[in-house]
């Protein structure tokens, strides 16, 4: 594989060009040659890449400007926190007398060349992003060494907070939302050239908005593959262990099907009304997963068989024998419209047979 970013030197790639080497070998994260070079904007090494066949799967050089904001449009001094993840804390702030999210990106991160390159790479993918369940990215603000972009604001906070305040959904409410989530994930998984894979879904990455429907968050980990999505790997280290894929844990190739296994746990915690296992890390919990093949129990009396039947298959073993969104969407619209019978013919939340 080539590294233009470790080689750097013309001379040093035309010679590997020339002595056989592929232009067109995707790193883990997908990334061919050429995106490296976009990545670094070495025009002379792009030129030779694209003379000898090569491409950039991304879709995307660094030169795609991302929808930039003036840093003076947002005060971020009024901003008032709201929370905070792995990359930096998120605050409410207004933007243009709209009330937005301001996830700023620890300089720790921010100052590194290439992790910013990429990183905004990931937010030009994000900004072409246009779905009633995923959530609206607005803009950068570049300013100095921070980083700090901006999204719609969903004044209900994450699926995390629901479950947490809530505890077990009914299943009408519990089937809506997992409806909600996989059109959102449906959506990125058909995105063309290339499909994105999420690899990082988990119920603090779902958030509500106003009218309550759910909308799928931080793309900071999910990464373009090739449709034909077998091939690239992670770490096991990226990621929430807790919802992790099994393939994903052995560090073994994987595809699409990893955030159908992370969907599955998620719709596991809104039945329960939290995750299983608390008591044991999240690590041991996707070790288990992977080389025991443990998986949640699921009680007859709490989830319905069709539910359990569908979540079987999302966590099935082999990521080949998991179901796509598209399928699961048509199946939980069944589910859904089996619910509404039962409702309609007077039966209470607790007692639905489906
Ligand atoms: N657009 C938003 N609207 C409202 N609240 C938000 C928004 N984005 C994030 N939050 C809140 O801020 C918290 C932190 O978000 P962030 O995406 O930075 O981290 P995370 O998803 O919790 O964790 P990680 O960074 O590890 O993925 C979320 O849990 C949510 O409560």
Not at 224 to 234: A, C, P, R, S, T
Request: proline share 5%; net charge neutral.
């Amino acid at each position: 594989m080539i590294v233009v970013a470790e080689i750097g030197r013309t001379e040093v790639i035309s010679l590997l060009i020339e002595k056989g080497a592929d232009v067109n070998s995707t790193d883990r994260w997908g990334r061919t040659p050429l995106s490296d070079a976009h990545g670094i904007e070495h025009e002379e090494i792009c030129k030779i890449l694209k003379a000898h066949g090569g491409i950039d799967p991304m879709g995307l050089d660094s030169l795609t400007p991302c929808y930039e904001i003036d840093f003076t449009e947002v005060n971020m001094k009024d901003g008032t926190l709201i929370g905070e993840g792995a990359y930096g804390e998120v605050y409410l702030v207004k933007w243009r007398g709209t009330e937005v999210a301001a996830k700023t990106i620890r300089s720790s991160i921010a100052s590194n060349e290439m992790v910013k390159k990429t990183f905004l790479k990931e937010l030009a993918l994000w900004q072409k992003l246009r779905h009633p369940n995923i959530v609206q990215f607005l803009g950068v603000l570049r300013h100095s060494n921070r980083l700090i972009f901006l999204t719609e604001y969903l004044c209900n906070g994450s699926l995390y907070d629901i479950l947490r305040k809530r505890g077990r959904l009914d299943p009408p409410t519990a089937v809506a939302y997992a409806l909600d989530i996989a059109r959102g994930m449906n959506y990125l998984h058909q995105h063309k050239p290339h499909a994105i894979i999420h690899r990082d879904l988990t119920p603090r990455n779902v958030l509500q908005d106003e009218a309550g429907h759910l909308k799928v968050t931080d793309f900071g980990l999910s990464k373009i593959v090739q449709e034909k999505d077998f091939g690239y790997k992670m770490t096991g280290g990226t990621g929430s262990y807790r919802y992790m894929a099994p393939e994903v844990y052995r560090r073994e190739s994987y595809g699409k099907s990893v955030d159908v296994f992370s969907f599955a746990l998620i719709v596991h915690e809104m039945f329960q009304g939290g995750p299983s296992n608390k008591m044991e890390t999240p690590e041991k919990v996707a070790d288990r997963r992977a080389y025991e093949d443990s998986r949640p129990i699921m009680s007859s009396y709490i989830y319905p068989e069709p539910i359990r039947m569908l979540l079987r298959e999302c966590w099935h073993k082999n990521p080949e024998c998991r179901p796509t969104f598209e399928d699961i969407i048509v199946q939980l619209e069944m589910i859904q419209q089996g619910l509404q019978l039962k409702n309609g013919m007077g039966a209470c939340c607790a007692c639905y047979i489906l």
